[in-house]
């Protein structure tokens, strides 16, 4: 069986470069695309070459940021502009393929295996699309060429100026193996931290560790990462407009000032669950375990997590899991400067489930036509029309939309040390 052939696109420090498209002028000076600094909400989301060239990264607080580059520039993401920008992008890709599948909305997988015969020869029309994209919408966009998605999505991180990285059985060894651990998709810095252990620094180390022992000590991760070292993914493409479960809803937020005390933290925490219980009804979902991460006034980062003995999607079960595990992992020795909470093991609303003894029902009742309640008040006089009663202890604390103002987070930036209870 022939070997298939994935292109893996990459828009380049998306965000940024959109609004150096729309706004040429911003090529000129350090610029990042970011939180609000006077409120100290969220954090680096991208930033342009001359940011990258003075140390700013990805993921890190804008106090960091500034701390690097006083006049670093720090514009407010456009959601709707990104959106409609990189739907044009994609555009494009669906021209040579039915297999288009988003990996956020810069990057993209396109299944380019049964359209060889009519568009030619792999490289030279991955080169093509990404000429197009330049000529045609004005962004630069980074390409790999490979016969899997992960190998693929490593070609583009490569970002080569001088076309496609082309990374096929013959050179991958080469290619793949010598580059740091780190760069292969899903190893985080949790990830990271227990091969480093190890003394597994690269690809390649990882590829001849013994995969029973990677096994024993992270379970199935283990064994999926050892394989992608070696090429092995046959996870497809999906078809252009096919819809899968995420993997998880959650939200997070740097606080206006960080919270001494678990009592101050409560109105914070109740915001961030009442936006992750609303977002899950609005896809239908329920999810059966909360994780809750925490970032000290040292940066340091905790995590810990808790499985409910019912899946759920109201605020008042999502937010006293948050509290327990609170309660149960932090001791506030050190304040808190900012805090996230997810829900995971998701299913679709409305499936079958064993009724449980041990939970009043009536209750859980009451507590899902209040947050319905809340959220068609919302949505027709907007956030600010009715609120719990103690998220108003602590007004600045807790006066954010965190729901509508898309907070987002690059992958991996609340892993943590992970506790279970």
Avoid at 35 to 43: A, K, S
Avoid at 191 to 197: A, D, G, M, S, V
Avoid at 201 to 227: E, F, K, N, S, W
Wanted: one cysteine or more; proline letters at 4%.
């Amino acid at each position: 069986m022939k070997d298939r052939v994935i292109f893996h696109i990459d828009i380049n420090h998306c965000y940024a470069q959109i609004e150096e498209m729309m706004y040429p002028a911003l090529q000129k000076v350090s610029m990042a695309v970011g939180g609000h600094e006077e409120t100290r909400h969220g954090i680096i989301l991208t930033k342009n070459d001359l940011a990258k060239a003075k140390g700013i990264r990805t993921g890190e607080s804008l106090r960091e940021a500034y701390e690097k580059d006083p006049d670093l520039l720090i514009i407010p993401p456009h959601y709707e502009e990104y959106m409609y920008y990189t739907e044009k992008v994609k555009e494009i890709y669906r021209q040579y393929s039915d297999q288009v599948e988003s990996f956020g909305l810069d990057e993209a997988w396109i299944d380019y295996t049964s359209s060889q015969k009519l568009f030619g020869e792999p490289e030279k029309v991955c080169r093509e699309i990404v000429n197009r994209v330049e000529r045609e919408v004005g962004l630069k966009v980074s390409a790999g060429v490979s016969w899997n998605k992960i190998f693929a999505k490593l070609g583009s991180d490569q970002k080569k100026q001088d076309g496609p990285c082309v990374i096929t059985r013959e050179n991958y060894q080469t290619a793949v193996w010598p580059l740091p651990v780190q760069d292969l998709l899903y190893v985080g810095p949790a990830t990271y931290e227990k091969l480093h252990r190890r003394a597994i620094r690269t690809i390649g180390d990882l590829a001849h560790y013994p995969v029973h022992h990677l096994q024993d000590a992270m379970g199935a991760a283990g064994t999926m990462i050892h394989a992608f070292a070696w090429g092995e993914d046959p996870s497809p493409v999906a078809e252009t407009g096919a819809v899968s479960l995420p993997k998880s809803v959650g939200n997070s937020m740097t606080m206006i000032h960080d919270a001494t005390s678990l009592q101050e933290l409560r109105p914070v925490y109740y915001v961030l669950c009442e936006a992750v219980a609303s977002r899950l009804r609005q896809q239908g979902l329920e999810g059966q375990t909360v994780s809750v991460s925490l970032r000290s006034a040292g940066l340091d980062w905790y995590g810990c997590e808790k499985k409910l003995r019912q899946p759920t999607n109201l605020s008042t079960e999502i937010f006293q899991a948050v509290m327990d595990l609170v309660t149960s992992s932090y001791d506030f020795q050190m304040p808190l400067r900012a805090v996230g909470v997810s829900i995971s093991h998701l299913n679709e609303m409305g499936r079958a489930r064993q009724l449980d003894l041990f939970i009043d029902e009536n209750k859980r009742e009451k507590a899902r036509r209040a947050d319905i309640a809340i959220d068609e008040i919302r949505d027709r006089y907007g956030f600010y029309a009715v609120r719990r009663a103690c998220t108003l202890v602590d007004r600045p604390l807790s006066e954010f939309n965190v729901k509508e103002d898309h907070t987002i987070h690059p992958t991996g930036y609340f892993q943590g040390r992970k506790m279970t209870v």
